[in-house]
């Protein structure tokens, strides 16, 4: 029997903007693995995060690689400022990209790991030729674009399918699930064979941010291995 370990990201998006240096010691001194950071345009998504300044400013504090999700049209325009901005995994949206397979091979280029995000209408099975090019998936459990959205349930599915094309072609592949992570749903996701979780307010707005880490990172599925 092996236990299967996973990652916590916690999306810096819900985090107290007026406190930032707080509510990055507070990562820091978490059980949380990566953090998780939001770059939104107002174009691919309808709201604007922050830009790359306050990435290298929470960069220089953080002692947690920086997982970067950006939400944003022609990402390629900004993987080098995004790498010099800190960022060690880059992950950019399947429908914001044309050539997908370049901006992959660029990312990589640059010596960060490659991702790639899908909205929760996109399938799964769109990924199938650049798979074994990929380190992370990350599955988009709501609608990019906002924090404290509600969970979208179909991403159980999505993650089994994704985790079955990913067998025998990229066994390392990470899956990453963002949007409504909480410990009532974090278990069947690790099931299903999720491997990073996201979470931004139910990580940011519990009276205990310390402990809400360690809950999601405590949970453990004991996967039976023969
Ligand atoms: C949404 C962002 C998420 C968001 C998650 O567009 O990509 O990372 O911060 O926030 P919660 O966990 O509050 O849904
Ligand atoms: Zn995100």
Not at 37 to 55: R, T, Y
Not at 146 to 160: D, L
Not at 199 to 221: E, H, R, Y
């Amino acid at each position: 029997m092996s236990t299967k370990s996973h990652l916590i990201a916690p999306s810096v998006l819900a985090a107290d903007f007026a406190h930032l240096h707080d509510d990055i010691m507070m990562v820091n001194n978490s059980k949380a693995d990566w953090f998780h950071i939001d770059i939104m345009d107002g174009v691919f998504v309808p709201n604007i995060s922050f830009g790359f300044p306050v990435m290298q400013a929470i960069a220089k504090y953080a002692t947690k690689p920086l997982d970067v999700h950006l939400m944003i049209v022609d990402p390629d325009r900004y993987l080098q400022t995004c790498k010099d901005a800190g960022a060690e995994v880059i992950t950019v949206h399947y429908e914001a990209c044309t050539h997908l397979h370049r901006t992959l091979a660029a990312i990589k280029e640059l010596g960060c790991k490659a991702g790639v995000a899908l909205n929760p209408h996109t399938p799964v099975s769109l990924l199938k030729d650049v798979l074994a090019d990929l380190d992370l998936v990350c599955l988009m459990s709501v609608n990019p674009g906002f924090g404290g959205q509600k969970f979208i349930p179909n991403t159980y599915a999505k993650v089994q399918e994704l985790r079955a094309m990913a067998i025998g072609v990229n066994d390392n592949l990470l899956i990453e699930i963002d949007g409504g992570v909480t410990t009532a749903n974090a278990t069947q996701l690790l099931h299903a064979g999720a491997d990073v979780l996201v979470a931004g307010s139910f990580v940011f707005n519990a009276d205990d941010p310390l402990q809400t880490v360690q809950s999601l990172k405590d949970i453990d599925i004991n996967v039976q291995t023969l």
